[in-house]
């Protein structure tokens, strides 16, 4: 048991004396001063920085217990011992979630709950305190390695994703973590490089998801990154956590630094970081976590009367109303892992997460259309849970594509294999391979290509050839392993050809999209994908994704290249396209991207009519209604964009701002209701540094992509 007597004696305090939250809020904050009083310094220092791979510091003299921490965002990490022995038992084999691009993808809120519902639920069967996710880094380049784990371009849709799944978290009495505060945009030199970005930027594109964690879902812990923001160390910086985190947003729990990301003691212990985390600066296997710098090095400046002790009481304090709240609130239920309800989740959030883009009377397959299907691709086999790094997932099972397929084909139908391609170290092209495959091809009734890209070549090790992967970035969006050579060539030998992408971001499909008459984005699907897949493909589900972020065809095209610099030079990378990130920057350079930001089709058709605005007491209430006008079931997801006309200053031609998915069966209709409070029409002022919302005239948009607005009508504020 966790909490001694000292502890319990404490808990029964609270418990008897708390009839609402407030009288609880108290009993909390006086319980944390008593136990602040009993502490020494070196006990308060001791649970400031690590004291394993994953746990840090407690109090065993009064009942304090370590704080046990696990990635990931999309499944618990398998063990590491506390000393980074990853275990060889399989008692921590896991439910591996679709990545959070995926998530994101669904544009379903509810799901993000049920999502952090299977997270919180297994790590807390797993013994953890705090699972570090969601990751909800702006997807600022699509070459970012990472992009896989994160959710959007929009910092909207990103704030309500990580919300629901924040919520569905600590509602198992587990603690999220929100990752990486601020501006980890890119990997290449993510431990050094200096993120150069204006504070509207910061503001209105990299900041909002935190903030909603903290205003909206009440996240317990904020992950600090590894890169400095304007010349200082994120995770200790006195604008970013203390003042705009912890001051402005009211953030009243953690700040756990990325592993190693802590690189000095008195700015660690003045600008905001609570608990140190890392292992870079400790020996393994017999690690010294007296070195890190909020240990020995802390303790003496404190001594010294370089820091008044008070700074490091306000971090214990920190981390006791977490864990109040949390571990030693001894009131939790015992979680699971491996459910069938948990599977259940995976496969909900792979098929309302995967984008049909395109699609010329192909899909979906009926019953027993086909006599032999073939299908190509390494990624149709390949499995990806243990790759991408620190999110890697010890799953349970990983249903691959082929495998999908061949359930779902039905009894009449043959499904055949050819790899195609296979990853290589070199990024070679295997010819042998390609050319049995569309031999194959010309034979087979219909082709289903299922390519894009991996995680890393060798998932044991996380050096060598590697694309969304922790610590690396892509250097461009070419397909690898010559797989547009053998779309085309296939897709010659077989007209009837689906080509289906994994990965953590698009492609350029310029050169070959033509060719095909159906496209599907999968992403990283999760243990359920090859079900999800074969159920869209075979048309048991509707598919209902939509894009979280621009597809435009090179990584040129897009601003951070174009305008900004990625990944920088001499550690330094300015974000010189300011907000004009993703579909901001093509609308208002009114260039033409592949697929648009908020775009995925569906095997149905849907038509929104009845927009009504009304405004009342600084809101505006926007309604339409959505109908379902095909012969399936099927899901739209109504987007609100908010469009400024003739802003007083520099604004984005339209932002999202507000989006809800409704079910529909065939002719069925929905009610679709959106409020807009007064900051849904705001900027920021770097001038005044304030939020500002300038009187004028503003156009509410609804559609289904942000290319695609069906109503619309202005008002005036
Ligand atoms: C890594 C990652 C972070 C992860 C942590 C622990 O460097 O940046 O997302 O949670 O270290 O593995």
Same mark, same amino acid.
């Given at each position: 048991?966790?909490?001694?007597?000292?502890?319990?004696?404490?808990?029964?305090?609270?418990?008897?004396?708390?009839?609402?939250?407030?009288?609880?809020?108290?009993?909390?904050?006086?319980?944390?001063?008593?136990?602040?009083?009993?502490?020494?310094?070196?006990?308060?220092?001791?649970?400031?920085?690590?004291?394993?791979?994953?746990?840090?510091?407690?109090?065993?003299?009064?009942?304090?217990?370590?704080?046990?921490?696990?990635?990931?965002?999309?499944?618990?990490?398998?063990?590491?011992?506390?000393?980074?022995?990853?275990?060889?038992?399989?008692?921590?084999?896991?439910?591996?979630?679709?990545?959070?691009?995926?998530?994101?993808?669904?544009?379903?809120?509810?799901?993000?709950?049920?999502?952090?519902?299977?997270?919180?639920?297994?790590?807390?069967?797993?013994?953890?305190?705090?699972?570090?996710?969601?990751g909800v880094n702006i997807i600022r380049s699509p070459l970012n390695g990472r992009n896989?784990e994160y959710l959007s371009e929009?910092p909207?849709?990103a704030?309500?994703?990580?919300?629901?799944?924040?919520?569905?978290?600590?509602? &198992?009495?587990?603690?999220?973590? $929100?990752k990486h505060y601020a501006a980890n945009n890119q990997e290449t030199e993510r431990?050094?490089v200096d993120v150069i970005v204006?504070?509207?930027a910061l503001?209105?594109i990299y900041l909002?998801a935190?903030?909603?964690?903290?205003?909206?879902?009440?996240?317990?812990?904020?992950? =600090?990154s590894y890169n400095k923001v304007?010349? &200082?160390?994120s995770?200790?910086?006195?604008?970013?956590?203390?003042?705009?985190?912890?001051?402005?947003?009211?953030?009243?729990?953690?700040?756990?630094?990325?592993?190693?990301?802590?690189?000095?003691?008195?700015?660690?212990?003045?600008? =905001?970081?609570?608990?140190?985390? =890392?292992?870079?600066?400790?020996?393994?296997?017999?690690?010294?976590?007296?070195?890190?710098?909020?240990?020995?090095?802390?303790?003496?400046?404190?001594?010294?009367?370089?820091?008044?002790?008070? $700074?490091?009481?306000?971090?214990?304090?920190?981390?006791?109303?977490?864990?109040?709240?949390?571990?030693?609130?001894?009131?939790?239920?015992?979680?699971?892992?491996?459910?069938?309800?948990?599977?259940?989740?995976?496969?909900?959030?792979?098929?309302?997460?995967?984008?049909?883009?395109?699609?010329?009377? %192909?899909?979906?397959?009926?019953?027993?259309?086909?006599?032999?299907?073939?299908?190509?691709?390494?990624?149709?086999?390949?499995?990806?849970?243990?790759?991408?790094?620190?999110?890697?997932?010890?799953?349970?099972?990983?249903?691959?594509?082929?495998?999908?397929?061949?359930?779902?084909?039905?009894?009449?139908?043959?499904?055949?294999?050819?790899?195609?391609?296979?990853?290589?170290?070199?990024?070679?092209?295997?010819?042998?391979?390609?050319?049995?495959?569309?031999?194959?091809?010309?034979?087979?009734?219909?082709?289903?290509?299922?390519?894009?890209?991996?995680?890393?070549?060798?998932?044991?090790?996380?050096?060598?050839?590697?694309?969304?992967?922790?610590?690396?970035d892509?250097?461009?969006?070419?397909?690898?392993?010559?797989?547009?050579?053998?779309?085309?060539?296939?897709?010659?030998?077989?007209?009837?050809?689906?080509?289906?992408?994994?990965?953590g971001s698009?492609?350029?499909?310029?050169?070959?999209?033509?060719?095909?008459?159906?496209?599907?984005?999968?992403?990283?699907?999760?243990?359920? =994908?090859?079900?999800?897949?074969?159920?869209?493909?075979?048309?048991?589900?509707?598919?209902?994704?939509?894009?979280?972020m621009?597809?435009?065809?090179?990584?040129?095209?897009y601003p951070s290249h174009?305008?900004g610099e990625f990944p920088g030079?001499?550690?330094?990378v300015s974000y010189?396209e300011?907000?004009?990130v993703g579909?901001?920057?093509?609308?208002?350079?009114?260039?033409?991207?592949?697929?648009?930001?908020?775009?995925?089709?569906?095997?149905?058709?849907?038509?929104?009519?009845?927009?009504?605005?009304? &405004?009342?007491?600084?809101?505006?209430?926007?309604?339409?209604?959505?109908?379902?006008?095909?012969?399936?079931?099927?899901?739209?997801?109504?987007? %609100?964009? $908010?469009?400024?006309?003739?802003?007083? $200053?520099?604004?984005?031609?339209?932002? %999202?701002?507000?989006?809800?998915?409704?079910?529909?069966?065939?002719?069925?209709?929905?009610?679709?209701?959106?409020?807009?409070?007064?900051?849904?029409?705001?900027?920021?002022?770097?001038?005044?540094?304030?939020?500002?919302?300038?009187?004028?005239?503003?156009?509410?948009?609804?559609?289904?992509?942000?290319?695609?607005?069906?109503?619309?009508?202005?008002?005036?504020?």
């Amino acid at each position: 048991m966790k909490n001694t007597l000292i502890l319990s004696i404490l808990i029964m305090m609270a418990s008897c004396g708390s009839k609402h939250i407030s009288t609880e809020k108290v009993n909390d904050e006086s319980k944390i001063d008593s136990l602040i009083q009993l502490m020494t310094l070196e006990e308060k220092i001791h649970m400031i920085h690590a004291s394993s791979s994953f746990t840090s510091g407690g109090v065993e003299r009064l009942g304090i217990p370590e704080l046990v921490m696990s990635d990931g965002p999309h499944g618990v990490r398998m063990e590491h011992g506390r000393d980074w022995t990853p275990d060889k038992t399989d008692k921590d084999m896991a439910t591996y979630l679709p990545t959070g691009i995926c998530l994101a993808s669904t544009w379903n809120k509810n799901l993000g709950y049920q999502y952090g519902s299977v997270l919180g639920s297994e790590a807390k069967a797993r013994g953890k305190d705090i699972i570090l996710g969601p990751g909800v880094n702006i997807i600022r380049s699509p070459l970012n390695g990472r992009n896989f784990e994160y959710l959007s371009e929009d910092p909207h849709l990103a704030s309500e994703m990580a919300v629901g799944y924040i919520k569905g978290v600590q509602d &198992q009495g587990i603690s999220a973590c $929100v990752k990486h505060y601020a501006a980890n945009n890119q990997e290449t030199e993510r431990t050094k490089v200096d993120v150069i970005v204006s504070e509207r930027a910061l503001r209105e594109i990299y900041l909002p998801a935190f903030k909603a964690s903290v205003e909206k879902a009440g996240v317990n812990a904020v992950m =600090g990154s590894y890169n400095k923001v304007n010349g &200082q160390y994120s995770t200790h910086h006195q604008h970013l956590i203390n003042q705009v985190l912890k001051q402005e947003f009211g953030f009243d729990g953690i700040v756990i630094s990325d592993w190693s990301a802590v690189k000095d003691t008195r700015e660690a212990l003045l600008y =905001g970081t609570d608990i140190e985390m =890392g292992t870079d600066i400790v020996q393994l296997p017999n690690p010294d976590y007296d070195a890190f710098f909020l240990a020995d090095s802390a303790l003496a400046m404190v001594k010294r009367g370089e820091v008044d002790e008070k $700074v490091v009481d306000e971090k214990i304090r920190r981390i006791l109303r977490v864990m109040l709240k949390t571990s030693m609130s001894g009131t939790k239920s015992p979680g699971q892992f491996n459910t069938a309800e948990h599977q259940q989740t995976a496969l909900k959030v792979a098929e309302e997460g995967i984008v049909l883009l395109k699609n010329e009377n %192909l899909l979906p397959f009926k019953p027993n259309q086909f006599k032999t299907i073939l299908v190509v691709g390494n990624n149709a086999v390949y499995k990806q849970a243990l790759g991408g790094g620190s999110s890697q997932v010890k799953a349970l099972y990983e249903i691959t594509a082929l495998e999908g397929l061949k359930k779902y084909a039905g009894p009449n139908t043959k499904v055949l294999f050819a790899e195609g391609y296979i990853p290589t170290n070199d990024l070679s092209y295997d010819i042998k391979l390609a050319d049995e495959a569309v031999l194959a091809a010309g034979k087979a009734d219909a082709v289903i290509f299922v390519g894009g890209w991996i995680h890393n070549y060798d998932q044991t090790v996380w050096d060598g050839t590697a694309f969304d992967m922790e610590g690396k970035d892509k250097t461009n969006l070419k397909l690898i392993y010559g797989q547009e050579e053998l779309i085309n060539r296939i897709a010659k030998a077989n007209p009837k050809t689906t080509v289906v992408l994994m990965g953590g971001s698009n492609v350029e499909m310029k050169n070959w999209m033509k060719n095909v008459p159906a496209i599907l984005q999968a992403w990283y699907p999760g243990m359920e =994908g090859g079900n999800a897949l074969a159920k869209i493909i075979f048309g048991e589900t509707n598919p209902s994704g939509k894009l979280p972020m621009t597809f435009a065809n090179t990584h040129n095209e897009y601003p951070s290249h174009a305008v900004g610099e990625f990944p920088g030079k001499d550690l330094r990378v300015s974000y010189a396209e300011g907000i004009y990130v993703g579909y901001r920057y093509f609308d208002k350079q009114n260039l033409e991207p592949v697929y648009p930001f908020g775009y995925g089709l569906s095997y149905t058709g849907f038509s929104f009519s009845n927009l009504k605005l009304t &405004q009342k007491s600084g809101q505006v209430v926007v309604e339409c209604t959505v109908t379902n006008t095909g012969k399936m079931a099927g899901a739209e997801v109504a987007q %609100l964009y $908010v469009a400024p006309l003739n802003p007083l $200053v520099d604004r984005p031609v339209k932002e %999202l701002k507000g989006f809800e998915k409704v079910y529909l069966k065939p002719g069925e209709s929905a009610g679709i209701k959106l409020v807009l409070e007064n900051e849904a029409f705001g900027y920021f002022d770097e001038k005044s540094h304030q939020w500002k919302t300038d009187t004028g005239t503003y156009e509410i948009q609804m559609g289904n992509s942000s290319r695609n607005i069906l109503l619309k009508e202005s008002i005036s504020l």
